[in-house]
């Protein structure tokens, strides 16, 4: 009975179907990557339980798709083995590459600028006037007229830099340049 369990437990799918796990593997995390970025910025950094639950499904969706209906402790691992290369293949990608991260990852956006409100970004973001005020409140500012600037970071957070902030300067010039 314990060699049976052991036996299962142990059991490995062959080098072509391990080959396919990596493959299929591979595929649909770059699927997932794109489809993601795709949601754009602000839904990445503001999850909310609709978000975790797509989470979820989609995982629960692409588990087969994954390892192919390869039940085996070793499918799984080769599974989880592949997603954790890729992701760190991804990650160094990005680091090397400035382009490529401005494109995956996204950069800043100016919501608001001397207290005007940038609408055409805030369609683009998916940021409505409320998610706005709410975040201006959080910085201790209640309109946007009294907002310097208001920036979507890349991680979904808002910035905001009141019009009574003190500014510091840290530099002078940088490797050359003229002093602004």
Known sequence: MLHQWLAEVFSHPSLSTTLAIVGKTALIYLFLVVGIRLLGTRE????????FVLVVVI????????????????????????????????????????????????????????????????????????ELMAALREHGVAAPDEVRLAVLEVDGTISVVPNDARVFRTRRSIRGLRTT
């Open 59 to 130: 995982s629960n969706a692409v588990q087969n798709a994954l390892t192919g209906g390869d039940v085996t402790l070793f499918g799984g691992i080769v599974s989880a083995i592949t997603l954790l290369a890729i992701n760190r293949g991804f990650t160094s990608l990005l680091t090397r590459f400035g382009w490529a991260e401005r494109r995956m990852v996204g950069e800043p956006v100016v919501l608001v600028a001397d207290g005007q409100i940038q609408w055409q970004q805030m369609r683009r973001q998916g940021v409505d006037r409320e």
């Open 44 to 51: 990445l950094g503001q999850a909310t339980v609709y978000d």
